[in-house]
């Protein structure tokens, strides 16, 4: 968003939350503003005051609509690419088992008959169930993260795909830039933007349907750009988009009230690497590596550097003796 484009957005957003009644009460206030202190109705040929407010009116709908053309096509490109990856992965399911049958060497046969013959002592071995508690069982069926789970990390849900969390009643998808949050409400009416309430702070955030106790109300993770947020109904959804002041760090909740995602665990697809900037996409790059490095068990990008050094430096200095050095 341009900066002069949006510079009056924090005093209008101040305007905003002070109309109960929303969009049409605001306009209802800058028009009689307009009345009463302009000659903006009379001032002008019959006719023109409505036209020029039609002309900015249709091309300020004609930003928006672009905008959500191009979230929707992002979207269903997302979509196509996952069922492919599903179309895929059954073809392969498919080719598994229509395998042709071919003749085994001796040795090939003597490692599948051992193979055999460990699978049935395995199997004759009796089971030994494990009893989870309730609380366990329940956190786990709410997607907790628990496969390789490293220190600090026990608890943690496993993020969506869209690397945020899906919550009972509303889910939310990061990039490092930005955030997106779709609350659904369950109604038989379809919703208008007088019978939401939606308050976007720098640091709280508040959506919930009017007369009813609030869905959200809390302390946002981290810092937001007011000026750069914006929020939209969606078939009887409020969808909030909101930008991120430190754009270098993954959140692991919406509000601090909500439980925690292990963003360890986020791996954002390379088709999003190309629209971060190059210093972003660089750091961005470099913590993957590192992450895949730490679970190979081998030295991360900085930790090859020093021995890198080390190894130069010793190769500078044959002279002297590191045999009985500790380097850390």
Known sequence: MAEAEGKFDSVLFAMAEQHSGGVPEMLATFAGFLNRKTDFFVGGEEGEWEKLVLQIFRQEAAKAQEVARKKREQREAEERRRQEVL??????????????????????????????????????????EKVVPAEESKENKAGSDTEDVEPGDEGKLKPNRGNGCDLDKYSWTQTLQELELRVPFDVKFTLKAKDVVVSIQRKHLKVGLKGHPAIID??????????????????????VTVEKINQMN???????????????????????????????????????????????????????????????????????????????
Not at 92 to 120: F, H, P, R, Y
Not at 300 to 313: A, G, I, R, V
Request: charged residues 40%; aromatic residues 4%; proline residues 3%.
């Open 87 to 128: 179309r895929k992965k059954r073809e392969e399911e498919e080719q598994s088992k229509s395998a042709t049958i071919t003749e085994l060497t001796e040795e090939e046969a003597e490692q599948l008959q051992k193979e055999l013959d460990a699978k049935k002592q395995k199997e004759a071995e009796p089971v030994v």
């Open 218 to 239: 809390g302390e946002l993770c981290s810092e937001i750009k007011i000026e750069d947020s914006l929020w939209h109904l969606e078939k009887n959804a409020v969808v």
């Open 250 to 328: 993954w959140w692991d909740r919406l509000v601090t009230t909500d439980p925690q995602i292990n963003t360890r665990k986020i791996n954002p697809e390379s088709s999003k690497l190309s629209d971060l900037d190059g210093s972003t996409r660089s750091m961005v790059e470099k913590m993957m590596y590192d992450q895949r490095q730490k679970e190979m068990g081998l030295p991360t990008s900085d930790e090859q550097k020093k021995q890198d050094m080390l190894k130069k430096f010793m190769e500078q200095h044959p002279e002297m003796d590191f045999s009985k050095c500790k380097f850390t």
